[in-house]
C-alpha cells in the first residue's frame, strides 16, 4: 500500500507541508533576483507578485516583493493589478476546495472531535466570526489557503461573492503594504 493511501488526510497534511515551505522561504534573504527580474517586467510582474501573494509557500517573499516594488510604480495601479493577481490564485484555490478538498473535509467533519467543536460552537459565532477570521487571513500576508478554504467550505458563499470578498480584501492588503513600502 502507497503512502499516500495509508494517510487519513493527505491533501490536508500537504496544505500543511506548504505552509512549512513558506517559513524556510521566508527565513531565506537570497530573494533579491526575483524582485528584480518582476520590477523587470513592469505591471506583469505586479500581476505576479499578487499572484504570489495568495500561496502559502510564497506570501512572504510577495510581501517583501511588494514593499521593494512600492517606490517604483503608481500605488493605487499596483495594488488593483496586484489585487487581480491575487484574486486569480485564490479563485485557483477555492476551485480547488470546493471540488477537490471537500471529500477530505466532508470526512474530517466527521470526525468526533470536529463534531464536538461543531457542537460546542454556537451558530451565530459560525455565521459571524469564521467569515471575519477568513476575511482577515486573506487580507493579510498570511497564506490565504486557511481563509479560502473557510470560505470554500460555506455553503452559503458563491463563487460571484467569493470574486468580491477576494478581491477587495486582498486588494486592501496590498495596498496597505505598498503605502508601507512607500515610506520606508
Known sequence: MSLYRRLRYPKLILLG????????????KDFFIIVNYLNS????????AGLMYTYGFTSGPAT?????????YNT????LIGGLGALTGDLLIFNLIKFTFMDEINKLAKTKSIKKINHHTPDKIKTLMFPL???FIIASPLPDEI?????AISEKISERMFIAISYIL?????LMILIIGNSL
Open 41 to 48: 517586467k513592469g505591471y506583469f510582474g505586479v500581476f505576479i
Open 170 to 174: 486582498n486588494t486592501a492588503g496590498i
Open 17 to 28: 507541508l506548504t505552509f512549512v515551505l513558506a517559513y524556510v522561504m521566508f527565513i531565506n
Open 133 to 135: 477570521i477568513a476575511g
Open 147 to 151: 481563509g479560502v478554504s473557510i470560505l
Open 76 to 79: 493605487i495601479i499596483a495594488g
Open 64 to 72: 517583501a516583493i511588494f514593499l521593494h516594488l512600492a517606490n517604483g
